[in-house]
């Protein structure tokens, strides 16, 4: 409930007012709290006007979760009472947030449980992910959970570098190895020593160095480029990957005997696409942190702009919509998120569904026998724009 002076300024706010608007300090504008400056503003008109008015507003609250909300305005003595009631749920059954892995999808919980449980021990781990799932996200998690907390966190990307400085990088150099070598390098093998080391996408190593890392875990030593020396490391190996090692092994581009090796736990990170709920909980969460620091601050997101937002798929997942709310906070202007504001591949209006669509969808219905999520999931898009596609082929 709020309590509005002749100047429509806050002057009583509950305590639910203010779980449910994020930011209701007294004094402050009713209407600009409320509305921000959009265009629709019948809650704001109607205050102006000092009549009576019942509508609904789309904040973000404090949680970070754009919420829609109910608005009775009443005129009374010297002012206006306001009593707001959420029309969903103003927190999500249960929220996780995991050292910056946030998630209040069921699926992604129980996996978060497993991160936890796995932590615990010294088993290696395998997230397998699409590219900005999060896999290093996990990987972090998994050694602030662990008895290595303490110890060194080491990562690499093994696409990044070619097979030389690779090897370099995973187990050292002595001086003088090679042309460029003026120095001795431990490597990160022996800088994670006693705490982890993280692998991202192992998949990419070359054959002849997965022989070698097989090697170093057996054996738990090293021997550095240019050395014959075997140093001894103490390190736990968390790694990731795109793509299906098994494939990989059956395609004979990576060892089978390795892959056992890395994944004694695999952990399979979901697409956004596929985490109910998750789109919203993490552009509201963002956007809360973006108003910290951004010159622009938003308070609200317009019907449009969540329409395309909930209609694109997010093949870039997490990171992808991250750059998608840093492009909005640079490009647009005001305190209302618009689908303007969005990057343009986003807000793309399709073209006309076609025949070949029609006969699409419908396969893919009947192959996940009527479950629309997997449907889905077959056609590689969200379950929202699944349903916008039905809807405009009038599919059954």
Same mark, same amino acid.
């Given at each position: 409930m709020l309590v509005l002076d002749r100047d429509l300024r806050i002057v009583e706010v509950t305590p639910s007012a203010e779980r449910l608007l994020g930011s209701a300090p007294r004094g402050s504008s009713a209407p600009k709290v409320l509305c921000g400056d959009g265009p629709d503003r019948p809650i704001a008109e109607a205050l102006i006007e000092r009549r009576a008015v019942h509508a609904t507003i789309s904040p973000v609250s404090a949680s970070g979760l754009p919420l829609a909300v109910d608005v009775r305005a009443s005129p009374i003595e010297g002012g206006f009472l306001l009593e707001l009631s959420s029309l969903l749920r103003s927190e999500p059954d249960r929220e996780v947030n995991l050292f910056g892995f946030v998630t209040q999808d069921a699926k992604t919980i129980g996996l978060l449980d497993l991160v936890r449980r796995v932590a615990a021990s010294e088993v290696t781990v395998l997230v397998r992910g699409e590219t900005g799932t999060g896999k290093e996200l996990i990987a972090r998690a998994i050694h602030r959970l662990s008895p290595r907390k303490n110890g060194p966190f080491q990562a690499l990307n093994c696409a990044a570098l070619s097979p030389m400085l690779l090897e370099s990088e995973l187990f050292g150099h002595v001086r003088g190895a090679f042309t460029g070598a003026h120095r001795d390098h431990l490597g990160h093998f022996r800088l994670a020593d006693r705490g982890t080391l993280f692998l991202d996408e192992v998949g990419e190593l070359p054959l002849e160095l997965q022989a070698k890392l097989l090697r170093a875990l057996e054996t738990r030593m090293v021997m550095p480029v240019g050395s014959t020396e075997l140093i001894p490391v103490?390190? +736990?190996?968390? *790694?990731?990957?795109? /793509?299906?090692? +098994?494939? *990989? %092994?059956? *395609?004979? $581009?990576?060892?089978?005997? @390795?892959?056992?090796? @890395? +994944?004694? !736990?695999?952990?399979?990170?979901?697409? @956004?696409?596929?985490?109910?709920?998750?789109?919203? @909980?993490? %552009?509201?969460?963002? =956007?809360?942190? /973006?108003?910290?620091?951004?010159?622009? #601050? =938003?308070?609200?997101?317009?019907?449009?702009? &969540?329409?395309? =937002?909930? *209609?694109?798929? &997010?093949?870039?997942?997490?990171?992808?919509?991250?750059?998608?709310?840093?492009?909005?906070? %640079?490009?647009?202007?005001?305190? !209302?998120?618009?689908?303007?504001?969005?990057?343009?591949?986003?807000?793309?209006?399709? $073209? $006309?569904? $076609?025949?070949?669509?029609?006969?699409?969808?419908?396969?893919?219905?009947? #192959?996940?026998?009527?479950?629309?999520?997997?449907?889905? #999931?077959?056609?590689? !898009?969200?379950? %929202?724009?699944? &349903? +916008?596609?039905? #809807?405009?082929?009038?599919?059954?």
């Open positions: 103490d390190v +736990r190996i968390v *790694s990731a990957t795109h /793509r299906s090692l +098994r494939a *990989s %092994v059956e *395609s004979g $581009s990576f060892r089978e005997d @390795l892959m056992y090796r @890395l +994944r004694v !736990v695999p952990l399979f990170l979901p697409p @956004l696409r596929e985490r109910v709920g998750d789109v919203r @909980l993490l %552009v509201g969460q963002m =956007i809360a942190r /973006r108003n910290e620091t951004f010159a622009r #601050k =938003i308070h609200r997101i317009s019907e449009d702009a &969540w329409s395309a =937002i909930e *209609s694109y798929a &997010w093949p870039g997942n997490v990171r992808e919509l991250e750059n998608a709310v840093d492009y909005a906070f %640079v490009v647009g202007d005001g305190p !209302v998120l618009a689908a303007a504001d969005l990057p343009p591949e986003i807000v793309e209006t399709p $073209s $006309s569904p $076609s025949h070949d669509d029609r006969a699409a969808i419908e396969a893919a219905i009947e #192959k996940a026998h009527g479950h629309l999520g997997q449907a889905a #999931k077959l056609l590689g !898009v969200s379950r %929202v724009t699944l &349903w +916008r596609r039905m #809807k405009a082929l009038n599919a059954k």
